[in-house]
T-cell receptor
Framework: SQQGEEDPQALSIQEGENATMNCSYKTSINNLQWYRQNSGRGLVHLILIRSNEREKHSGRLRVTLDTSKKSSSLLITASRAADTASYFC????????????FGKGTRLSVIA | EPEVTQTPSHQVTQMGQEVILRCVPISNHLYFYWYRQILGQKVEFLVSFYNNEISEKSEIFDDQFSVERPDGSNFTLKIRSTKLEDSAMYFCATGGNAEAFFGQGTRLTVV
C-alpha cells in the first residue's frame, strides 16, 4: 500500500452523527495534514498535527496521531449535510520544501 | 484572507496542443508546487519550485512538462503536446515551513 491510505473509502452517516476517518502511512513524518475537497473543487486545509503532538482540536474536528502505529484519525462531531465531501490525509516527510503525499481519500456523505 | 488563484478554471484543448496553466501565489510565499488529480483518484505531486528553480519532481513530471515564474508573481505549468491521459485537475500550492495553501484548481480536458 502507499503512503497516506485512508479508510474507509466511503462513509455514509445521518446528520448529527459523528464521522471517523482513519489514515495510515509508512515512512516517518514531520507532520500530517487533513484536507477537504468538495466535488470537483479545490483542496481546503483543515488541520495540521505535528509528529510530536498526539491530539488536536479545531471546532468540530478532532485529529489524533499515533506515530508508533503510523496512523491518524479525523473525527467530525455532530455532522452536517454541508460536511459532505472527500477528506484526504497528507503527510510531510521533512520540514521545508518536501512535497505532501496524499492518500486516496474518504468520501463522506451526510444525509439530512 | 490571502489565497492562491489559478486560471483558467477550466480548459479544453485538442490532443497534441500545448497548454499553460497559471497560478498567482500568496505574495510572501517562497515555495511553489504543482499537483495533479485524475478524476476519482488521489492527488499526485508533480513538481516543487524554490528560488527560481525546480527543487524536486516526480516521475510524472517528464519532458512534456515545464514550470517557470515568468514575471516574479505568476507561476506557470506548461504541458506540451497534450495527451488524453493528461486530463485532470491541476492544483497549484504555495507555502513553506510545512503548510501548503492550494488554489481551486484548473480542470484540463484533452479531447
Amino acid at each position: 500500500s502507499q503512503q497516506g491510505e485512508e479508510d474507509p473509502q466511503a462513509l455514509s452517516i445521518q446528520e448529527g452523527e459523528n464521522a471517523t476517518m482513519n489514515c495510515s502511512y509508512k515512512t516517518s513524518i514531520n507532520n500530517l495534514q487533513w484536507y477537504r475537497q468538495n466535488s470537483g473543487r479545490g483542496l481546503v486545509h483543515l488541520i495540521l498535527i505535528r509528529s510530536n503532538e498526539r491530539e488536536k482540536h479545531s471546532g468540530r474536528l478532532r485529529v489524533t496521531l499515533d506515530t508508533s502505529k503510523k496512523s491518524s484519525s479525523l473525527l467530525i462531531t455532530a455532522s452536517r449535510a454541508a460536511d459532505t465531501a472527500s477528506y484526504f490525509c497528507a503527510t510531510l516527510r521533512n520540514s521545508g520544501n518536501t512535497p505532501l503525499v496524499f492518500g486516496k481519500g474518504t468520501r463522506l456523505s451526510v444525509i439530512a | 484572507e490571502p489565497e492562491v488563484t489559478q486560471t483558467p478554471s477550466h480548459q479544453v484543448t485538442q490532443m497534441g496542443q500545448e497548454v499553460i496553466l497559471r497560478c498567482v501565489p500568496i505574495s510572501n510565499h517562497l515555495y511553489f508546487y504543482w499537483y495533479r488529480q485524475i478524476l476519482g483518484q488521489k492527488v499526485e505531486f508533480l513538481v516543487s519550485f524554490y528560488n527560481n528553480e525546480i527543487s524536486e519532481k516526480s516521475e510524472i513530471f517528464d519532458d512534456q512538462f515545464s514550470v517557470e515564474r515568468p514575471d516574479g508573481s505568476n507561476f506557470t505549468l506548461k504541458i506540451r503536446s497534450t495527451k488524453l491521459e493528461d486530463s485532470a485537475m491541476y492544483f497549484c500550492a504555495t507555502g513553506g515551513n510545512a503548510e501548503a495553501f492550494f488554489g481551486q484548481g484548473t480542470r484540463l480536458t484533452v479531447v
